[in-house]
Structure formats: structure tokens, C-alpha cells
């Protein structure tokens, strides 16, 4: 099983520098790289803007608990946030 892994890791070793040896070091390549990065920031883009919609639905959901919970006559205990923060670190 090891082996299999190895052999594995090395096809794509492989294909990710041929890719890269492509992207970088032929002209074709360049061009390509030069006509996809616009789009890759655009993505990118969208991706930000999907957080930030994604954050601001998990701040919205927690004052709705929050608004039930006083509703409920629950607020003079302690009550925990069901979504404590709406907040989440970028993975990239």
C-alpha cells in the first residue's frame, strides 16, 4: 500500500510541474496564465463576498435566537450564543 501511495504522489508531482513548467516557462503558457488570471480574481472576489454573506446570516441567526430566547423569558438566565461568532479566518 505504501508503494501504491508513493507512485501516486509522484504521477502527481508530475502533472503539477509539467502544468507549472508550462505555465511559466513557454509563451503559450504565459498567455494562458495572463488570460486566466482576471478570471481567477473575479473569483476570488466572489468568494469574499460569499463570506462576507455567509457571516452576516450566522450574525442575523444569532440575534434571532437571542430575540427568542428574551421572548421566551429566558433571558434572565445565562444564555450562550448558539452561533458565538460570526466570524470565520480566511483559508487562503
Keep these: ?18 502544468v507549472a513548467g508550462y505555465l511559466f516557462l513557454t509563451d503559450d503558457g504565459r498567455r494562458l496564465r ?4 482576471p478570471a481567477l ?8 463576498s460569499f463570506r ?3 457571516a452576516k446570516a450566522a450574525g442575523v441567526a ?11 423569558g429566558e433571558s434572565g ?3 450562550q450564543s448558539r452561533y458565538p461568532s ?3 479566518t480566511s483559508p487562503f
Design 34 to 37: 495572463r488570460q486566466l488570471e
Design 1 to 18: 500500500m505504501g508503494n501504491s501511495r508513493a507512485m501516486a504522489a509522484a504521477i502527481v508531482g508530475a502533472v503539477v510541474g509539467g
Design 86 to 88: 460570526a466570524r470565520q
Design 41 to 48: 480574481e473575479d473569483f476570488a472576489r466572489e468568494l469574499n
Design 77 to 79: 438566565q445565562a444564555t
Design 62 to 72: 444569532n440575534e434571532g435566537w437571542q430575540l427568542l430566547n428574551e421572548a421566551m
Design 52 to 54: 462576507s454573506t455567509i
